[in-house]
């Protein structure tokens, strides 16, 4: 599942975020530049919500909170798609099904 959107703070910043549903591979990229690289294994526990933070400079009012919130099915989940949520600030951005 890939996720892909447009963040501003004070400069436009490219996020993606995928995980690889069959062995738990999760990237979290800003700008093409890989920032966090991990595997989850705790499958059995749902929706799993990852946090990440965007620091445009060591200002705390440049800084951007973002949780990506998945919610996979419970049966099947490598191989069905997935609803997922992203937010930003505590504000919807983007939500859908991958």
Do not use: Q
Request: contains cysteine; charged residues 35%.
């Amino acid at each position: 599942m890939d996720i892909k959107f447009i963040l501003c703070i004070k400069e436009t910043h490219e996020v993606e975020f995928s995980i690889d549903k069959m062995w738990g591979i999760v990237r979290f990229k800003v700008d093409r530049k890989l920032v966090r690289k991990f595997f989850k294994f705790d499958w059995l526990h749902t929706p799993y919500i990852f946090n990440f933070t965007i620091d445009e400079t060591e200002r705390s009012e440049n800084r951007s909170e973002i949780k990506i919130i998945c919610e996979p099915p419970l049966l099947f989940a490598p191989f069905r798609k997935w609803k997922y949520s992203v937010l930003a600030d505590g504000k919807i951005l983007k939500s859908g099904e991958g």
